[in-house]
């Protein structure tokens, strides 16, 4: 069974810039929820995909986009970004009926 | 607002000993709760959950409790050992059509040989 697979592990972008990261979910899971962890802070819930459609929205503004695809692995996109966006970004997989979310390793961005 | 909080940011135990970390909330909405362990470097790892049905959940050396009229949930651990030292994160749920968690600010635990 793989677990959650995320990439890249680090990226280095500028203020303005537009970003993608990637999600690979567990087998057999069929939703992905994308949150931002801020230095010392628990992971905040930026939103989930099910079926290929969004369900679910944190307090994050429309320049935060995703994306699912039909093999249930995602994107995350941010455009125009902020020094503020520099977090780590974890992605979990789960099934939607199920309650535990399961995470992968994150992808640790910095904004310069 | 912060609807999971977590007031202790650090806790240190002796190995062996049992280690309780604490968890409030406060939207009587949650109906399932979580704790996450988190070493440096790696994504969350799923510890052990329990529904609003029940009070106790037991796994091993893990045990959640929760206590619905105070809106607080510990997790228990016993007993500690030293690869348990990691950040803790509780988590709280509600099936709004999305289960989206969330999560407290952390507890650092270290267990000290």
């Known amino acids: 069974e793989t677990g959650v697979t995320q990439s890249p592990t680090h990226l280095i972008k500028t203020r303005g810039q537009q970003v993608t990261l990637r999600c690979s979910s567990q087998?057999?899971?069929?939703?992905v929820s994308w949150y931002q962890q801020a230095l010392g802070q628990g992971p905040q819930f930026i939103f989930q995909?099910?079926?290929?459609?969004?369900?679910g929205r944190g307090n994050f503004p429309p320049r935060f986009s995703g994306l699912q695809f039909p093999n249930y692995s995602s994107e995350l996109n941010v455009n125009a970004l902020e020094l503020d966006d520099s977090a780590l970004y974890l992605c979990a997989s789960s099934l939607r009926e199920a309650g535990a979310q399961y995470f992968g390793p994150g992808t640790r961005l910095l904004v310069l | 607002d912060q609807q999971v909080k977590q007031n202790s940011p650090s806790l240190s135990v002796q190995e062996g000993r049992i280690s309780i970390l604490n968890c409030d909330y406060t939207?009587?909405?949650?109906?399932?709760f979580l704790w996450y362990k988190k070493y440096p470097a790696e994504g969350p790892t799923f510890l052990i959950s329990?529904?609003?049905?029940?009070d106790k959940n037991e796994d091993g050396r893990f045990t959640v409790f929760l206590n619905k009229s105070a809106k607080h949930l510990s997790l228990h651990i016993v007993p500690s050992q030293p690869g348990d030292s990691a950040v803790y994160f509780c988590a709280a749920s509600f099936n709004s059509g999305t289960y989206k968690y969330i999560f407290g600010t952390g507890t650092r635990l270290k267990v000290l040989a």
């Open positions: 995909y099910y079926r290929e459609e969004e369900n």
């Open positions: 939207n009587s909405m949650f109906d399932y």
């Open positions: 329990i529904s609003s049905i029940k």
């Open positions: 087998s057999g899971h069929n939703t």
